[in-house]
Structure formats: C-alpha cells, structure tokens
C-alpha cells in the first residue's frame, strides 16, 4: 500500500525529506478521485496525478513536483 509506504519512510528522520508523489490509476467513473488527492495533500505527498502511457509526461510532472 503506497500510503502506508509512504508513512513508513517519514517516519526516518534520515528519510524524511525525500519528496513523494502518489502515482494511481484511480480516477475512473467507479471511483472518486477527490479522496485520494486530498488523502495525498493531507498526509503531505508533494504530488499527486493519475498514471498515464505517455512517459514524458510522467518525467514532467514528477520533475515539477519535486523541483528538478
């Protein structure tokens, strides 16, 4: 689970400041894709978006999320 994951490593102090982002594929008409993004927002993940085929894309947002 990505969120338990992610929880784990804030918990290391040597870990703590390493930037993540949520990466689903929720979001489709069955699922409400609100509660994950703010879940992310609320448990403070620096980014948060829906996986897609194109891998530029993903290399664009995570590159924005954590400032490369």
Known sequence: NGVEAFL???KKPELR???CVFLTNY???H???TF???LADE???QGYFR???DLDEIIRK???VVGC
Do not use: Y
Request: aromatic share 0%; charged share 45%; net charge negative.
């Open 36 to 38: 994950d993004k703010d």
């Open 43 to 45: 448990i403070g993940a």
């Open 27 to 29: 979001g489709d008409l």
């Open 17 to 19: 400041g390493t930037p």
């Open 51 to 53: 996986k897609t085929d």
């Open 62 to 64: 995570v590159k924005e």
């Open 8 to 10: 784990e490593i804030k």
């Open 31 to 33: 699922h409400d894709p």
